[in-house]
């Protein structure tokens, strides 16, 4: 069974405290996301990386970093929270051969900034 | 850069009903591959059903097709004889050769038993 898990479910966090984000795939997938989703605008692209070490800016990386040492673990790092990065948080990966591999999803990092 | 719009925030149908939710993209690629993705109350995004742009027959997975107009760069989904399981947001994406995938705002959908 395919697994992509992020740590936390929930997260409570207070303003200019620096926040990671740990998320782990078990399928060897090259590719791994990082997105945000808020309501009425979807899910808006981070960061992802299709390899180790490798890191490529999605449509907002703005106050936002991640770090690729293993290829099982993807991290999201928030340098400095601020109130406007409370949202809820999708890790996914998928494999990088072919423009159709199905990309699996963790179940999310409800994040409040305070 | 490519960007996929999804207009219909949210929809309600009566169980059994049919149901289409509307998705429209742009992209600069020449091949790419276009998704629906739902998210039910659990959170957790499951694939739905997904299309070749180059692939002029439209996708079908037991209930669910799409209408893939690639001239007006538009890829609905249907949902045939609603279920009750079928409540949740849904999300159309798109993917080029960048390996970037794309989402839209997504659609809430209920269905009424």
């Known amino acids: 069974d395919v697994k992509v898990t992020q740590s936390s479910r929930y997260l409570v966090k207070r303003t200019g405290e620096k926040v990671f984000l740990e998320c782990v795939q078990d399928?060897?997938?090259?590719?791994m996301f990082w997105y945000r989703q808020d309501p009425g605008l979807g899910l808006r692209l981070i960061y992802f990386?299709?390899?180790?070490?490798?890191?490529e800016k999605g449509d907002i990386p703005e106050g936002y970093s991640v770090s690729r040492e293993k290829k099982e673990r993807f991290s999201l790092i928030l340098e400095s929270a601020s109130t406007n990065q409370t949202s809820m948080y999708l890790c996914a990966s998928s494999l990088l051969t072919g423009l159709q591999t199905e990309a699996f999803f963790g179940q999310g990092t409800r994040l409040t900034v305070v | 850069a490519q960007t996929v719009t999804q207009s219909q925030p949210e929809m309600s149908v009566q169980e059994a009903e049919t149901v289409t939710l509307s998705c429209t993209y742009d992209t600069s690629e020449n091949n790419y591959y276009l998704f629906w993705y739902k998210q039910p109350p659990s959170r957790q995004m499951i694939l739905v059903i997904r299309q070749e742009a180059y692939k002029q027959q439209n996708a079908t997975e037991n209930r669910f097709s799409v209408n893939f107009q690639k001239a007006a760069k538009s890829f609905s989904l249907k949902i045939s004889d609603s279920q009750l399981g079928d409540t949740a947001m849904y999300f159309c994406?798109?993917?080029?050769?960048?390996?970037?995938?794309?989402f839209g705002q997504g659609t809430r959908l209920t269905i009424n038993p």
């Open positions: 990386s299709y390899d180790v070490k490798m890191k």
């Open positions: 399928m060897d997938h090259e590719n």
């Open positions: 994406a798109s993917r080029g050769g960048a390996q970037k995938l794309v």
